[in-house]
Each structure stands twice: as structure tokens, then as C-alpha cells.
């Protein structure tokens, strides 16, 4: 059963109706459901129960703490890109010597600080960034860990802003780059070189750009034992997508498997980094509607929620189901633009949805638990939106709304 359903006519979130959410925190408002995030990190921890493994969860998907400490809880690994997401997942309780750091610009404060607590390993995407990390390390008197992100060139068949591993994009290490890469970072002094990774991109519905991806990173841990190269762990990134609409990627247990079958003669650690696909279908974000109006034969619901809160519809052209909270309307079904109320065209949810509305309903935006509240802005000076966490019956504030005092905190007048 999803956490997400209808009983008694009414949208629920586990044992909780939506309208009670609205009702209590007002609108807009996300709703988590733990029992969802739960039991996608358990497809993902329990499929790996053969080898050793650490799912290290993309925080940048959704950072809240109360989803980082439910994970870290559950004994999940992180994969950060920044020393705030650090900074998080410490708060949140997460062991450091379970975060892996990715991104392309890490600074030296973050290098520093990451060194400082001890993380698992730096995922490095330059020679630049390796020798300024054995720089860094040196001067401390540490040794950094690292993985080398491998850049495989496959393509993910993704949207092109969340496709990573095609080689003309700023990520990782070429492929043809990346023995020599190793042999330098196997002779610098405060280097201790540990895994490969890679990431090629995200909402990936197939396995097999994974396979390919894994398939390279097989052939270079070749090359790299012939030149007395040995690793411990191979990381094959995050993307699996999640079902918005019609998509219909594979489980966690069934890419596992592949990955798994892939590599079975080898004693290699194995790491996934997801994020999307644990949490973007944990999540609804609940808007009502403030006014319908019809402009030259166009009806359009104007919606409390907008572009600052959901940016998905406009960064990437996503689709979002858009469910009413009440099962039955009574008012006539016709097909709405769902829209905010941002000075911005590209200001919507949805388009051309067939629902029966009126003014003061309330809808549930579904798939909205990743890349949803991390990419939410002030923009239009918004307060960004009240978190919910539903854990059975229960209703817990996990970030409160924002206010516009606190938006001017730290301005000035001249
Ligand atoms: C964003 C990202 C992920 C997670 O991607 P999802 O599509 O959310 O699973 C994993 N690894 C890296 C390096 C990333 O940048």
C-alpha cells in the first residue's frame, strides 16, 4: 500500500488526513511520510545484504534533519557536495566515517573541514583538486582517502540538466585521463587512494546505462591492478529514477541485482549514492487554491504554492500528478492550469489537468520529497514552506514556515 491514499474520501499520509495538515500548519506545506523513506532505504540496504555495502544517501535530494537523522538512524552513509550538507548530516547524528564528498568545486574550508572529521573519502574530480588536497592533508599531517569520479561517457537518456556522464559535461575525470590520474595520486604522499566512482546522471528509468557505466570502471580496475593499483571500493553513483507519470524504472532490488551479477567475482565494497529515488515519492506538497479564473478560454487555478517552492515544472519542463485532497467535488471537471502566483509565465505546476476545483480546495502535489524543498526559494520574498513529517498518526513540524521578518534578517537600509 503507499503511505500515500484515499480513506474515507480524504488524501492521507499514512494514518493522517491532508486536510488536518492544512488545517494545523496551513499552506503551502510539505509532507514527508517516514514509513516511505524507510522502506526505500531498506529496498535499497536489504538487496545489498550479500556484499558489503554502504548506501550512502545525496542529501542534496532533501536535507532536512529530521530525514537525515531517520536515516542515520536506520545506519545509512551520506553523500554531500558541500560543507553545509556536512554540517547537516553531522547535526543529524550520520557517522562521518560514512560520508563520501562529491561535487566538481569543493574549496579548501570545506576539504579542510571534511579532513578535520574524518569522512570516509573525497570524491575528486580533477588532478587540480587532487593535488590540492594533498596540500591540504600535508599541511594538517593527515592522509585524505579518495575515490577518483570517473567520468564513463554513457549516456543516461535523461533530461540534459540532470545528465552527468556524458563527457563533454564539467564532471569527473575523463576516461582516457584517468589511469594517470591514479598512478599520480598512488604517489603523492598524503593521498591514500581507496575507490572509483562515478554518477551519470539522474531520473534514470533503465539499467542498462548503470551496467555500461560499471562495466568501464571494471575495465579501468584492471588497468589499475596491473599497475599495482588496489582499490576497496567501487562506487556506481545515484539516478535511479522514480515513477512520476507513466515512467516505469526499475526497483532498487532489480538494479542491485544487475550491479550485483556484474560484479559478482570480485570482493570490491560496493556504494549507491541514491537520493531521488528514496525520498521524491515520500513527499506530497499540499497548496490550496486562492482564486479560478478563465483568460481567453483558459482556466486557470492560481495556487498558494509556486515556482519558489517547486521549481521542478519550470527548471526541468517536470510533470507532477496533482491530486484534489478531497476524492469527490461536486464541482464541474475541466481542465485547469495549475499555476502561482509568481510574476513569471513559467510560473506553474501543472498544465491542462482535468480536475473538478473550486476556489479554497486543497490539492496535494505528488513526488515532491526530492529536489522539492532543497530548491525552494524566497524569490517574490516567499517564505519558504512549513515541513510535516507523518510517522502513523502522528504530525511533527520538521522545519516551521518561514516569516518575512526573517527574510530582511541581515539587510540593511543605507
Ligand atoms: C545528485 C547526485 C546523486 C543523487 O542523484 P539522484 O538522482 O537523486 O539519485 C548521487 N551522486 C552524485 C555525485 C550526485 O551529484
Given at each position: 500500500m503507499s503511505e500515500f491514499h484515499y480513506a474515507n474520501g480524504q488524501l492521507c499520509a499514512e494514518r493522517v488526513a491532508l486536510n488536518k495538515v492544512a488545517e494545523r500548519f496551513a499552506t503551502p506545506a510539505y509532507v514527508y511520510s517516514r514509513a516511505a523513506i524507510e522502506s526505500q532505504w531498506h529496498a535499497y540496504d536489504d538487496a545489498l545484504a550479500e556484499r558489503q555495502h554502504l548506501i550512502c544517501y545525496a542529501v542534496k535530494a532533501n536535507s532536512n534533519l529530521a530525514v537525515l537523522s531517520l536515516l542515520a538512524e536506520l545506519g545509512s552513509g551520506f553523500d554531500i557536495v558541500s560543507v553545509g550538507e556536512l554540517e547537516r548530516v553531522l547535526k543529524a547524528g550520520g557517522d562521518p566515517s560514512k560520508i563520501v564528498f562529491s561535487g566538481v568545486g569543493k574549496r579548501t574550508d570545506e576539504i579542510k573541514r571534511a579532513l578535520d572529521v574524518k569522512i570516509k573519502c573525497f570524491n575528486v574530480e580533477s588532478l587540480s583538486e587532487l593535488s590540492r588536497l594533498d596540500q591540504i592533508a600535508a599541511e594538517k599531517n593527515l592522509i585524505a582517502k579518495v575515490s577518483l569520479r570517473i567520468n564513463p561517457d554513457v549516456d543516461a537518456e535523461t533530461h540534459p540538466y540532470i545528465?552527468?556522464?556524458?563527457?563533454?559535461?564539467?564532471?569527473?575525470?575523463a576516461y582516457d585521463r584517468a589511469l594517470e590520474s591514479y598512478i599520480q595520486a598512488r604517489d603523492m604522499t598524503n593521498i591514500d587512494v581507496v575507490g572509483i566512482d562515478c554518477h551519470i546522471g539522474s531520473?534514470?528509468?533503465?539499467i542498462a546505462p548503470y551496467i555500461d557505466a560499471l562495466g568501464k570502471l571494471l575495465d579501468m580496475v584492471s588497468e589499475l591492478r596491473a599497475n599495482n593499483i588496489e582499490l576497496q571500493h567501487i562506487d556506481v553513483g545515484g539516478g535511479l529514477g522514480i515513477r512520476y507519470q507513466d515512467e516505469s524504472p526499475p526497483a532498487p532490488q532489480e538494479l542491485i541485482k544487475a550491479v550485483c551479477d556484474t560484479i559478482a567475482d570480485t570482493s570490491y565494497e560496493i556504494l549507491l549514492e541514491p537520493g531521488r529515488s528514496i525520498v521524491g515519492n515520500a513527499a506530497v506538497l499540499l497548496t490550496r487554491v486562492e482564486y479560478i479564473k478563465e483568460n481567453s478560454g483558459r482556466n486557470f487555478a492560481i495556487v498558494d504554492a509556486a515556482m519558489n517552492d517547486m521549481l521542478r515544472p519550470a527548471l526541468y519542463d517536470a510533470w507532477l500528478s496533482i491530486l484534489t485532497v478531497n476524492e469527490q467535488n461536486s464541482a464541474a471537471v475541466a481542465a485547469y492550469d495549475i499555476v502561482g502566483p509568481v510574476c513569471e509565465s513559467g510560473d506553474f505546476i501543472g498544465l491542462n489537468r482535468e480536475l473538478s476545483l473550486q476556489e479554497g480546495d486543497l490539492l496535494a502535489i505528488q513526488s515532491?520529497?526530492?529536489y522539492g524543498f532543497t530548491m525552494s526559494s524566497n524569490y517574490n520574498t516567499r517564505p519558504r514552506a512549513v515541513e510535516v513529517m507523518i510517522d502513523g498518526s502522528e504530525m511533527i513540524e520538521v522545519r516551521r514556515r518561514e516569516t518575512v521578518a526573517e527574510l530582511m534578517e541581515g539587510e540593511s537600509t543605507l
Open positions: 545528465s552527468t556522464g556524458l563527457k563533454e559535461t564539467k564532471f569527473g575525470i531520473q534514470i528509468t533503465t515532491a520529497g526530492a
